[in-house]
């Protein structure tokens, strides 16, 4: 069983909409949850990061952590074409090791 | 510019011939991490370094080696490539506080293995 399980989509919306990501891990002795954007033919940043239940708010970016059911999810809201882009989950325990989901595609139509 | 850099950008090689991607960052930061990539089975870490001569396995370790002899590089070593070693390869660095720090990640090199 993967550490981490990501729908890859692809998911197409239109401009202003509002995306939900989600993720499934399966390990609950994990403590920090990340979630990174990776455009085309870059590497991956840190978006939101999170390491306890519920939600965290950073702009138009929701992260949300459900621990009791090992789920994960960020929502955006006016979704943007230049949020079209790869998001990826994370997890870590230490902060050392990290475990990556597959990632979802995500297309914002203008 | 605080940044990671990796070289080559592209390489084409053959089974066997050894090969070294090298990672460069000029943040000072104590942690270093190389990770592949690969449809359909995402990101995984390889191996990471908490700081000069400390190494540590990742999910993903055979067939790589590393080395960390200088805080600024993180060499990522491939001693007899094998085709399943064509991938997407990212170096990336941090501070050591936590994963509250982003990891700044490489352009990536795209290895291909004939």
């Known amino acids: 069983q993967k550490e981490v399980e990501q729908d890859p989509g692809p998911l197409s919306v239109p401009e202003g909409a509002i995306v939900s990501l989600n993720c499934t891990y399966s390990?609950?002795?994990?403590?920090?949850f990340m979630w990174y954007r990776q455009y085309s033919r870059k590497g991956p940043e840190l978006l939101m990061y999170?390491?306890?239940?519920g939600n965290k708010e950073d702009g138009r970016f929701t992260a949300q952590v459900d621990k009791s059911s090992k789920y994960i999810s960020l929502f955006i809201r006016d979704s943007q074409p230049s949020d079209s882009a790869t998001y990826l989950c994370a997890k870590s325990n230490t902060g050392n090791q990290f475990y990556f989901g597959t990632g979802t595609s995500l297309t914002v139509i203008p | 510019e605080a940044q990671v850099t990796q070289n080559p950008r592209y390489l084409i090689t053959v089974t066997g011939k050894k090969l070294t991607v090298t990672c460069s960052q000029n943040?000072?930061?104590?942690?270093m991490s190389w990770y592949r990539q690969d449809p359909g089975l995402g990101l995984r870490q390889i191996y990471y370094?908490?700081?000069?001569?400390?190494?540590d396995k990742g999910d993903v370790p055979e067939g790589y080696k590393v080395s960390r002899k200088e805080k600024r590089n993180f060499p990522l070593i491939l001693e007899s490539p094998s085709p399943n070693q064509t991938s997407l390869y990212f170096c990336?660095?941090?501070?050591?506080?936590?994963?509250?720090?982003?990891?700044?990640f490489g352009p990536g090199t795209r290895l291909t293995v004939l």
């Open positions: 999170t390491y306890s239940s």
């Open positions: 943040m000072n930061h104590e942690y």
């Open positions: 370094s908490m700081n000069v001569e400390v190494t």
């Open positions: 990336a660095s941090r501070t050591p506080s936590g994963p509250r720090d982003t990891q700044y």
């Open positions: 390990n609950s002795a994990f403590q920090y």
